[in-house]
């Protein structure tokens, strides 16, 4: 690529200077690691999913940064109300794959990347279930349970 004469850079810098630039120039805010283009994505057309997004992710990020070796899923003291089953960290993730379904590609792509390492540390830190309980299966309408349900829960 050809270097940018120090001219037209000094032009691009100088355009808004001492004035408000419009409100098209902001860049969006970020969420969670994506990248600018997937973020503003995420964004776009859908008021409050991106920070929806950011706050799943942040909730994925606490569980797997817990100390210790193995973590315990744990099922919500309370799973009928929408902001305290997202305290099971099987809900977040599923939560995440039905918004990262929503997005356009560049950002359902650039969430796969994120998730593909998160859920590598979520599969090193827990452990399998060897006999899990029927609603770990399928959910109450009978549709498929993803396989971050059959990890090893806390004893209930
Ligand atoms: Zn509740």
Redo the contacts with the bound molecule.
């Keep these: 690529m050809p270097r940018r004469r120090p001219g037209a850079l000094r032009a691009e810098r100088g355009t808004y200077e001492g004035r408000r630039p419009p409100a098209w120039t902001r860049p969006l805010p970020p969420v969670d690691r994506l990248p600018p283009a997937a973020a503003a994505a995420a964004h776009w057309a859908r008021p409050g999913r991106a920070d929806e997004i950011a706050d799943l992710l942040s909730r994925y990020r606490n569980f797997l940064r817990r100390p210790g070796g193995t973590l315990l899923l744990s099922p919500?003291?309370?799973p009928?109300?929408p902001?305290?089953?997202r305290d099971d960290i099987a809900v977040v993730r599923d939560a995440l794959a039905d918004l990262q379904r929503t997005l356009p590609p560049v950002a359902r792509t650039a969430l796969g990347c994120l998730l593909r390492d998160l859920d590598a540390q979520f599969l090193r830190r827990t452990l399998p279930d060897p006999d899990p309980p029927a609603g770990r299966w399928a959910d109450r309408q009978g549709r498929p349970r993803a396989w971050w349900h059959r990890r090893l829960h806390e004893d209930t």
């Design positions: 919500s003291p309370c009928g109300c902001g305290c089953a």
